[in-house]
């Protein structure tokens, strides 16, 4: 069988590895996949959201199965389109993917199934969340409703910088259509964690869970980036918390959709404060984790396409999913200037000729090549990924690894699991 993966990042490096990996699969394509990917699969210069072109690609290529990686084609209804042409496909219809693509939306699902998420209310107009911040305590959280590529969270910690959070939506348009819709909402307070679960619109089978590292420095500091890091399994989190998560909210957020007559098939995620009240939700997110599938894919011992194909066609409940032992550290290396700009063209010097470094797995995202040479081509660069027995060993392999790369004004945060290294000590 062949498999078609739509998108180009450390993600869909991680989903095209597996996935040609699968005893099932004969040949693997990206469109339009990255310098690293085209080692394991044919890649074609077909931008994700563009539907038309990925269609014509597909009836070209006639896949078993397509996965679609990245949200804006998603949201875009791109799962909707290739489903209609008869191809089986890993990834939510248009209506489900406004679970991220609004998050007001997904305050109003949240509701509605009686999911615990942080307070919150919701404008379109300027002048009436002016009026509302008068009313709330700080600190307190701006939030774009449509997709802003990460950017649209602003944590406000006084008033002065939360009227600048709403100017920046609703008067500069910084985030274009997406925050012409705002959310005011609590901020929450408590450790983060990533549970993904796979759902094939009635079935629901999570993930193990992961932990993400947001801000761009060690400690916690500077801008919130797409994800510098990661670590999986998480220790606070063992598995019968996982079932209790998925029991709360996964569960109760499908059947919800289903009562509206929407079908979830795909990976849904859920982005969770663990509060002194419980886990409430942050966000959703309707595809895999970027950075978190880079180490959770490594410790899947089961079939990923198997997997996909059950969710595509509502089979689920016969999957059984298996993992390793070992802990997981994925580390980003990421270009000069990211996340506020970042720099393309620098040379990537310390890969082996595939890309790679031995004792670890590499995958790239923002890599092309140029005159035979590889060089970055976006904000996060490549992420490393090693597995070891504990996460001290995990680390240190990942972190000897990471110093072997050099490229112009490459970023690293070098406090990557240290906290459950720590409770091993
Ligand atoms: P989101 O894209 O909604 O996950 O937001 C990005 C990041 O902003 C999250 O990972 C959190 O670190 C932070 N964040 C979002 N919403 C809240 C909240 N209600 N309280 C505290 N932090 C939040
Ligand atoms: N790592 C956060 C995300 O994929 O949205």
Known sequence: MRVLVVGSGGREHAIVRKAAASSLVSEVHCAPGNAGISRQAVCHPVADTDIAGITALAREIEPGLVVIGPEAPLCAGLAGTLAEAGFKVFGPGREAAMLEGSKGFAKEIMEAAGVATAGFARFVEYEAAMAHLSTTSFPVVVKADGLAAGKGVIIANAMAEAEDALRQCFLDRSFGDAGLEVLVEECLVGNECSVLALCDGETV?????????????????????????????????????????????????????????????????????????????????????????????????????ELMLACASGALDRQQLRWKEDRAVTVILASAGYPLSSSKGDVIEGLDADGQLEGVEVFHAGTAEEEGRLVTAGGRVLAISALAPTFTEARRKAYTAADKVRFEGMQLRRDIAEEPARGEA
């Open 205 to 305: 089978v999570p993930l193990e869970p992961a932990q993400d590292y947001k801000r761009i420095f060690d400690g916690d500091r500077g801008p919130n980036t797409g994800g510098m890091g990661c670590y999986s399994p998480v220790p606070r989190v063992p598995g019968p918390f996982v079932e209790e998560i998925v029991e709360n909210i996964h569960r109760p957020v499908i059947e919800e959709l289903a009562r509206r007559g929407i079908e979830f098939r795909g990976v849904l995620y859920a982005g969770l404060m663990l509060t002194g009240d419980g886990p409430k939700v942050l966000e959703f997110n309707v595809r895999f984790g970027d950075p978190e599938t880079q180490a959770i894919l490594p410790r899947l011992d089961s079939d990923l396409v």
